[in-house]
């Protein structure tokens, strides 16, 4: 099979056309298909935790199998865990699925995915990295990988995600390109999400309904400039965690309002909070900062 793929660009009819309206995300893919790059009239990711239980995986898998028998095309990262059970319900649908790469094509990674990545192939999905031919893995690459999940599809579900999970910030993501965020309610992350107003996903009804009835949410921006949360998030870095003491000493704000900041800041996916009561601003927040 052709390991290196083709090029797709936003002049081929091919191009994912959701991707063709979404802001920063590449102009070319590279491919690996036999056939057309999937895309329809209703395209889902399903992302999640690398070390998700085994009912986190069954429930991921059957979701996506769901999804896919009402003609849903399934979109994740082909990792470990719960973006390979995504795929893998795909394929028991016989439902297109897409693996959204963060290295080459030559040498996807994980490489222990690789036999499941020819599968995808074989049955007429795709592989699709934004990087050249020998490009490897790095961090920044899985954060693309993730604004791409997003950019593509209608609906991103979490199935299952701690607290700082990078699934979170491909749900952040979707948040800004005003698509539908759902979460399959039992783990931190997931918890977190609906407690900021994710749709509630234990079917694919559930989704199903969210995406009919769902106004989309107006797109993410940054808080206006003086503002309490202004100053609260000014003061935040992506890497370096900091409780609400920190907060309230380096910016002279109440704790009281520091909360009401965070709170805020939380409900828009511009903070992260952390196990140990600390926050982070988030990758979505340095994103809309740099642009």
Known sequence: MEQHGRIVTT??????????????????????????????????????????????????RSLAAELGSAGTIIVSGGAIGIDTAAHRGALDANAETAVVLACGLEAPYPARNRPLFDEIVAAGGALLSAYPQGTPPRRFHFVERNRIIAAMADA?????????????????????????????????????????????????????????GSPRR??????????????????????????????????????RTVKRALAGLELEGLVLPLRDGAFTRSVLATELSTH
Do not use: N, W
């Open 218 to 255: 107006p797109p993410v921006s940054l808080p206006t400039a003086g503002t309490d949360a202004e100053t609260v998030l000014s003061y935040l870095q992506q890497d370096l965690p900091r409780v609400e003491d920190d907060i309230v000493r380096a910016t002279g704000l109440s704790s």
């Open 11 to 60: 002049y081929d009819p091919e191009f994912p056309v959701r991707l063709r309206t979404a802001a920063k995300v590449p102009d070319r893919l590279y491919v690996r298909s036999h056939q057309q790059v999937p895309d329809g009239d209703r395209v889902v990711a399903i992302v999640g935790s690398r070390a998700a239980s085994g009912h986190a995986m069954a429930s991921a």
């Open 156 to 212: 991103v579900v979490v199935a299952c995600a701690q607290l700082g999970s990078g699934a979170l910030h491909t749900a952040a993501f979707a948040a800004e390109y005003g698509k539908v965020v759902g979460a399959l309610p039992g783990t931190a992350g997931c918890e977190q999400l609906i407690a900021r107003g994710a749709a509630v996903v234990e079917s694919a009804d559930d989704l199903l309904a969210a995406l009919a």
